[in-house]
């Protein structure tokens, strides 16, 4: 029989913190221990599941690297199809890319120009939301192709970096939420 979920602070209290990590002064959120508790890693699952469940996903995009783990067993409950979003030169068929903005720099997100048709529906999932930068690029990527718009997923969302705000006018759901 399966077991009931877990709640958002037992989901927190599985997530390793790091401080000075990528660099000093960082807390860095690491959620590959949430991810080896079978409770932990099924929950975000049918969380996520049960939010987008009416939304009629075509395709969930999954954005590099963490996304692919979430996006495709999210794609298999939504009956969706799944796409990975990349960095360049990472996909082996014609892509289309999308240059952004970065901090300090510009980054640039890939995938396959077959891999949205005109009209399909998209969920863009990714295992952090910080400045939102990243997410906003892979939404135009995909609308670029013509996508309609699900949803933006995330795991984690860092609220103090207020990324939100660049996703105006999407529907954004983070499944837990730091204020520092």
């Known amino acids: 029989m399966p077991q009931p979920g877990l709640n958002s602070d037992q989901l927190k209290q599985l997530i390793r913190e790091v401080p000075d990590f990528p660099k000093k002064g960082i807390l860095f959120y690491d959620i590959t221990t949430l991810l080896k508790d079978q409770r932990g890693f099924a929950t975000l699952i049918d969380q996520f599941s049960e939010h987008y469940i009416r939304h009629h996903v075509d395709l969930v995009l999954g954005i590099e690297a963490r996304g692919f783990i979430f996006a495709p067993a999210l794609a298999y409950r939504l009956n969706a199809g799944f796409v990975p979003v990349r960095k360049p030169g990472k996909l082996p068929a014609p892509t289309v890319k999308y240059d952004y903005a970065l901090e300090y720099g510009l980054g640039t997100l890939e995938c396959h120009k077959d891999a949205i048709e005109k009209g399909q529906r998209v969920l863009v999932v990714d295992d952090l939301l910080a400045t939102g930068g ?6 135009k990527l995909a609308s670029s ?3 309609e718009i699900a949803g933006l997923g995330f795991v984690v969302e860092l609220d103090f970096l207020k990324g939100r705000d660049k996703l105006k006018g999407y529907d954004v759901m ?3 939420h730091y204020d520092k």
Do not use: F, I, K, R
Not at 134 to 139: G, K
């Open 134 to 139: 990243t997410a906003e690029a892979t939404a």
């Open 145 to 147: 192709l013509g996508a």
């Open 174 to 176: 983070s499944l837990l």
